[in-house]
């Protein structure tokens, strides 16, 4: 059995690997191939002069016999190469074939001579055919025995001086038939490598022994092999090098041989025993000089190779426990200073072959795994690298074309990241790279004056803060002034991978340049799509929390310099709901101004309104004013825009709702008007579902409650669901705005703008609020009548019908002109004499006519008919028809708020006194009465100045069962708390209701009374109250209804008490 130390090396392969003198010398540039230079110079052995002599006279015949003579010699002679052999007299065919040529009898049976012959027989045979057949035979030799080896390389390079394309073809056969196949079998890794060593034990291997298994007798072979293949590949190098004529050959053979070669590096041990890393880069050197240039493939592959197998070596200062056992040691030091300088001559050669930043940038792209390297050795060992290449580059080198490399920015960011390495040696020769790349760049353009930033790179000592402000200030400056866009664009790029690092030095660096870039003016329109595109895709990646918040604040930067670029990007980034995609809008909110001017490309980018072509589909068609309409409705909630949207309140109102028009052209209406408000099930919205939740979101976001609500309790809000009601609903909107004085400034100039406007639907839109507004006397507050009325009369000529219609409407107002005002009055009067008769003929009608009466005097109406109609109305409050019910009680809302300022509190009076009816009637049986009764009864709560106002337009418009009515009783008690004795005594009335819900609701309001506010009652009520109280109570005992004695049960000993106290 092998043995297998404790560290983990297997020794068999070690051994194989550890090279003795004799070979060391075989692989030395400096010594082998000193036959084949004393043969091409003349200075050969003293009888090699006269043996050459006697073989120029032999015939084709006679050579050709010479060769198989002495290779079948070699052959019979070699099946025990293992061992230096002794060779004996017993051959006389030998000695027969050479006697005639008077050699030394024992010279002729020498191994090493009988090579020399076969090199110089095949140097001076002119057929080919012959030359390449022995060549291919004395390749087929065992390699073992280090004289046999040296004695097959002579030969070779003997031949070579002749038939050097014969030769070369011979070595990349060998190489690619026997050498890399049996590689290729043994990187397998499972065994599979059998069949081909079974193959390889001809008669002329050593067959295994129990003492020498087929694996050592694979390595040992193997060994043997590489020794052989590179030392001919090293002597056909050197006569290539010495050969004058070299470059006017086309070697079509060399990456072939270069396959072999790095075959051979990959399968080097992992760490330094013996110089054939340093040979084998040496020698593929040597072959890339020759012609045709190698491509960048056969280049890449090279430099792969080559930087892996250095670059993963263990540490020289590893202590020797923990490698092989070694005799003797080697110099691990010296070793790998010279394997490093090979590399660095290999990296000068295929820079010196292209002098252009292109290769530059070739080389460096090989160099950047390691650059990312988790291992800071191997990084250490890369910047060496590159930072030598680049002294030589700059020292040496002067290009001869100019190139822009755009990946040059990507290998410069990646060089930048290690500034903050841990390794010092690591930080400044990153430091140093950086500079030598921009000061390639300046020379490259031809520049004569020097750039202070790029020059300031230099030192790289900083000690403090503001130093390391400072210098990555003038990093940044260098940048801007040396770089292409194309290369700035991937340095960012570069730096933005480096936030999701997992050291948290790299990702403050990475955070710190890209705040001080987008702060600076560095970065073009251009770039910003990218830029944004690949933070975006950084994000998730980012780990540490004061890096993430580094990195909005240079979004916010990024922002305001290029506010549109921007805006555009993060609109197709995603949806604003999406969790990486909200932070960088609120980035864009950091200051007023950037937030004001992000709103606005928002709303120019909702008003970019395409038409829909033909045979498009709605799945297809996706014009940004979508984008934008689903961003505005996500922003309206996010509190660092609340402000803003309030600034804006008015161009996005308009916005809206001629986007909401334009959707209805495009047919854009599925699930528009099945959207449940009562669920927490999310699912994206429809395109009219996101404008109209939009639209409510505007006025609830920026505390516009009451016109939210009066929309929604008058169902407004289904109005605009719709095309054909679409008008109705902006009219109803705008009359609750007008009403409310929601931002009525605003909105009447954005809605003299686009009446201006070219397209129709913006027309439509603005017309009907403008007409509305013109019902409230503070508009010319705001605008004086002639704007108004030059505003108007131009659009008397607009193509659209409505818009013609409605501006004869507003012409026609009481606003523009005064004098209707009293004959308005006049017909109130006159309308209040029909209403006043016991049995007005259609009541309901009258109502409405009164309503619109109501509605076109506005405040300019009569107070003292609004009174008398008011206290009319309170009675038809419990008419048996519902319609009146009904119509009663939405009339009452708007008289209370048409009699002016000096009926104002006796119409609060008034809503005072409706305030326990309209309570009870949201009990009532008939849907549109108990509407109408919410919609009244939170008029009233408005007019009256409640406290809970906000949250008692919440229960009324969602609340639903006994916790919404018991909210909705506190909210009316605690406004009113002095008022319970007059509560109370209202709601004793509707115990006698013939309305069941209504006598229901009164028993709930009379028991929450006596439950919750008994002590308020013992202070406010009166003996004779009480004393009602008593026989109201009574007439419940002996009801047939079992809910109403259930309640006298319940509270006859509330009542009683409360009789006790109060005297």
Known sequence: MVAVPSNGFHQSLWRSNCLSPREEQELDFDHLGEGLVEVSSGDGPPWEAELVSRIRALSATEKSLVLETVSHYLEERGQGAGKEQVWGTEDVAIRELLEPWHLVPQQTLEQTFLFHLSGLVLRECDDTELVKSHLAHLLELPHQPCSQREGIALAVGLTSASHLEDVWAALE???????LRSALCLADGQGRWEPELKRLRRPHFLPPTPQQPDSDLHWKWDSALKTSFLAAAVML?????REAGTQSYKFMQTPELIRCLLCILQREPNFLATPFRQKIILVIVGLSNLRPCLKP?????????????????PPLELPDSSLPPQDPAPDVMALYQKTMCALDLLLQTFISENKSMDEVCFLLQHAEPWLKSDEGLECRRAVQSISLLLQYVADVLKFTEEATPSMLGHQIGLLTLLWRDKDEVTRNLSCQCVHLLLQLLVLQKGRTVELPHVNRLKQWEVRGSREWQAKLYHTVKAFNETLTVAQHTQL?????????????????????????????PGVKPEQVAEVLQGLFRELPGIVFKGIRQTVMQAVSALGARHTQETVEVVLCLGHPSERQVLPLWKALATTPRLTREVVTQLYMKLKLRPPRLLGRSLSEFRPISLLALGTIYEL????EFRATVRWAFAGILLGLLTQLHYLFELGLLEDISDYPEDTLETKPLSPCRTCL?????LFWTTSYWEVFAHLKLLSGWELLEHPETYTDGVTLLARAMAQYNCEVKAVLGQAAISLKSTEERENVAAILIITEFLSSPEVFQHVSRRAVDNCLSLSLSNSSQLVRAMSLKGLSSTLMHPKKVALLRSQLLGLLDSFLKPEPKDITGLMEVLSHVLHRLGTQGDGAVSVKIAQHLLPLFEDEREEVRAGAIFLFGDVVYSGGKKFRQTLKGLAFQALVPLLLHQADPCPKVVMKAKFTFLRCAILLKWEFRKELSSKLAWGRGPGAENDIFIYMVESNFSSCQQFLMQALTYLDSPLQ??????????????QDYFTDLCFYLKKGDVKILQK????LREDQDSVCRKFYLSFLADVMELSQYVT
Do not use: N, W
């Open 693 to 697: 939740e939009a639209l409510k979101g």
């Open 237 to 241: 190098v050197k006569a290539l090098r």
């Open 297 to 313: 493939t056969v280049k890449s592959t090279i430099l792969q190779t080559c930087l892996k197998s250095l670059y993963t070596l």
């Open 173 to 179: 056969h060998l190489g690619r038939t026997r050498f």
């Open 1032 to 1035: 109201s109570f009574e007439t």
């Open 636 to 639: 309206l909630y996010v509190q």
């Open 492 to 520: 960012v790029l570069s730096l933005l991978h480096g936030l999701g690092s997992h050291g948290p030095l790299r990702c403050d660096l990475a955070s710190q340049l890209l705040l001080t870039m987008f702060q600076e």
């Open 997 to 1010: 819900g209504l006598k229901l609701a009164a028993m709930k309001f009379i028991g929450g009374m006596l």
